[in-house]
Nanobody, 128 residues
């Protein structure tokens, strides 16, 4: 079956960096849209970034533009989220999600319901 496993979370000071990884098993990452979401305590899950394959088109939430970078290595079946200049408001559990589709969610990339598979999440905590 399809499994997504995130890693790379942790505790970092404000202004620091982390790189999250999402390893996908159960299918080959050929045509798909992968996304990172996050959920802070008491808040709804929100989209952070997405990337398509094979095109490599990306989307970013306004709150993370110019600080976060999403990428992929299809040979490793892995999607990454490089996070720089982290702020306390970035503190959340970060989730990887994927939909295997030629068309992808398009403008609905920020919708939780657009994705078929989810990881278990990895905690990111940014101290002031």
């Amino acid at each position: 079956q399809v499994q997504l496993v995130e890693s790379g979370g942790g505790l970092v000071q404000s202004g620091g960096s982390l790189t999250l990884s999402c390893v996908v098993s159960g299918f080959t990452l050929d045509y798909y849209t992968a996304a990172w979401f996050r959920q802070a305590p008491g808040k709804e899950r929100e989209a952070v970034s997405s990337i398509t394959s094979p095109e490599g088109s990306t989307n970013y939430a306004d709150s993370v533009k110019d600080r976060f970078t999403i990428s992929r290595k299809s040979a490793k079946n892995t999607v990454y989220l490089q996070m720089n200049d982290l702020k306390p408001e970035d503190t959340a559990v970060y989730y990887c999600a994927i939909i295997r589709s030629l068309e992808g969610p398009g403008s609905l990339w920020q919708s939780v319901s657009s994705y078929d598979y989810w990881g278990q999440g990895t905690q990111v905590t940014v101290s002031p």
